[in-house]
C-alpha cells in the first residue's frame, strides 16, 4: 500500500538494481558531423565506408570549400554527404532537408556543387587502367566462357527522368513510352565480381549514340579500339547448331558482366531508379555516379546485392560490317 506521506511510490531496492543495470545511457551526437554514426549506418546512409566518405571529402574539397562561415555556411563534409545521401536514396530533396535540419535549396545547391565537381574527375577515373596490360584483360573475359580477345563490353540503359518542360519534350520517350536518358557504358573486368566503367557517355542528345539511336545488344569490344563497329562483336541472328551455337552463349556469358554493372549502379545509387530533374542535369548526376562507382571499385567498398534487373526490352542491333563479320567467322573457325 503506498504511503501518504511520500510523493513517489516505493520501489523495492532489487527493482532499482534492475533499472539501474539495463539502464542505456545517451549519447549525443554532433549534428554538424555527419560522420559521427556507427560504420553500419555510413554505409548504409552514403554507400561508402568511412574511410570512402573521408577520401571523397579529401578529394572534392579545393573544389568545394567555402572560404567562410558566414551565413553558416555549410563544411565541406556536410556537402559531401548530403550529395551522398541523395545519390544512395534517390529520395525528394526536401525529405533530406528535414533530416539534416536545412532548407530544400540548400540541398539543392549542395548536391549541384557536388556533381559539377565531381565532372572534373571524369577523365581520372573513367579511363582504361593504365596499370594493367591489355593481354591481362583479355585473359580476365576470357576466364568467364572462352570469348577470345576482348578487351570491354558495351551496352546501354535507360535512365527514367520527369519529362521536361519544353519543346523536345518527345525526344526523351522511349519505346515504352517513359521519359528517360540513354547512357552508353564500356566496362572492363575485373576478378572477383569488380566492373570498372572506362567509358559512359550521357548527354541530352539522344542522337549522338555512334549517329543512331538504336541500343546496342550483345556486343563486345574486340582488341583494336573502342569507336571502330568493325570491331563489334555481335551475336548471331540465327545461329546454326554447333559452333556459332556455342559463339553465341559464350558472348551472352561474357557481356552479361555489364549488366551486372548497371544493376550495381542503381542498386548502390538509387537516384538512378527515377530521376525528378531536368536532362542536362540528369546527365551530370549519371556521370558523378559513374565516378563515384569506379571511386567504390578502387577503394574495394562493399559490393550491393543485386536482385533480379527487369528486361529492358531493346531489340538487338546488328552491326553490318564485312570486317566484323570476317572476324567473327574467324572467332567461330578457331574457338568454337
Known sequence: MSCPFLREQPVAEGARIIRRAFQINRVLRDRQDPLAQRESVIVERYRFSHEGVIYIINLLEPHIKCSTRRSRALTTAQTVCIALRFFASGTFLYTIGDAENLVKSAVCRAIRKIYLALKQF?????VFPRHLRPQ????NFFAIAGFPNVIGAIDCTHIPIKAPPDPNEGYFV??????????????????????????????????????????????????????????????FPDPNPGPQTRYNAALARTRARIEMTFGQLKERFQCLKSLRVAPDRACDIIVACAILHNIATIRKERIPVVGVQPDDDLQPVHLDQPSGRAARDRIVEHHF
Open 122 to 126: 571524369l577523365g581520372v577515373f573513367v
Open 174 to 235: 522511349n519505346r515504352k513510352g517513359v521519359h528517360s536518358v540513354n547512357v552508353q557504358v564500356i566496362i572492363y573486368y575485373i576478378k572477383s565480381k569488380s566492373m570498372h566503367i572506362t567509358h559512359t557517355y550521357a548527354e541530352p542528345n539522344k542522337t549522338a549514340f555512334f549517329h543512331y539511336t538504336g541500343d546496342f545488344d550483345g556486343i563486345l569490344l574486340g582488341d583494336r579500339g573502342y569507336a571502330c563497329r568493325q570491331y563489334f562483336m555481335t551475336p
Open 136 to 139: 591481362v584483360v583479355k585473359q
